[in-house]
Structures are given as structure tokens and as C-alpha cells.
């Protein structure tokens, strides 16, 4: 199974700079924006900073995206762990691995979704044992 996780992570990289260029192309110059928030005198600073709290929504959503790509990943290599039997060797080795880094065993599910690239311990076990499951 081919997922091509290398060419999404580009992909997305590419969309996000591109959106970033565009919001910043929009406010670069643009009186309208300086005086709507309250602002009289111009300056590449304020359009900087104005830039920098107009894009955080946006920045907000394009993370969430790119995050639930990676995670998605994760669970993709897990699954394909499993299908060449080496799921208990997975999950030993996941276990370990977060002893060693004391890793999040738990964690709030949109804290976790937003902020960790990797599922957490329970969520990674559980989904490998339900792939193990329908495996056989």
C-alpha cells in the first residue's frame, strides 16, 4: 500500500506558504486595513504585526490540518506494521519507547489532536488491537 505520506507533507507545506504569501500580499499596503483598526499613520511594522494577528486564525486551521495528515500517517504505518505480523512487536516496542521518553499515556482528544504529532500510548494500542482483529 502506497500512501505517499512524503508528497501530502510537501503538498501541504506548499499550500500553507502559499496561503501565507497571499494573506500577507493582501494586507502589504493596504490602507483600508490599517484604518479599520484604528490605526492613522502607516508603517512596514503595523502591517507586519496586523499581518501576524489577521493570519493566527488561519494558521490555526491549516495546523489542525496538517496534524490530523500526520496522525493519520501514524495509524497508516501502524496498520501496515500489522498486516506484515508485527503487530505485538509494535506494541512492545511502542511500549517501551514511551516508557523511556515518559511519553503521554493520556490526553485530552483535541489537545492531543491539535498539539502531539503521535497519537498517544492508548490510542496507538487500541487501534493496533482492533487491526489485529479484523486481521484475522
Known amino acids: 500500500v502506497v500512501h505517499k505520506h512524503v508528497l501530502q507533507q510537501v503538498f501541504m507545506s506548499s499550500v ?9 500580499s493582501f494586507i502589504l499596503g493596504n490602507k483600508g486595513i490599517i484604518q479599520s483598526f484604528g490605526f492613522e499613520n502607516e508603517s512596514n511594522f503595523l502591517y507586519l504585526f496586523l499581518f501576524m494577528k489577521i493570519y493566527l486564525p488561519v494558521s490555526f486551521v491549516l495546523d489542525f490540518i496538517a496534524m ?3 496522525r493519520r500517517a501514524e495509524y497508516q504505518a501502524d496498520a501496515f506494521a500489522v498486516k506484515h505480523n508485527h503487530g505485538k512487536a509494535l506494541k512492545s516496542g511502542l511500549v517501551n519507547l514511551f ?3 515518559k511519553g503521554p499515556l493520556v490526553a485530552d482528544p483535541l489537545y492531543s489532536a491539535m498539539n502531539h504529532s503521535h ?18
Open 16 to 24: 500553507s506558504l502559499v496561503i501565507m504569501f497571499l494573506c500577507f
Open 68 to 70: 490530523y495528515l500526520i
Open 99 to 101: 516508557k523511556r521518553n
Open 119 to 136: 497519537p498517544t500510548l492508548v490510542e496507538r494500542l487500541q487501534a493496533i488491537d482492533e487491526e489485529i482483529k479484523n486481521s484475522q
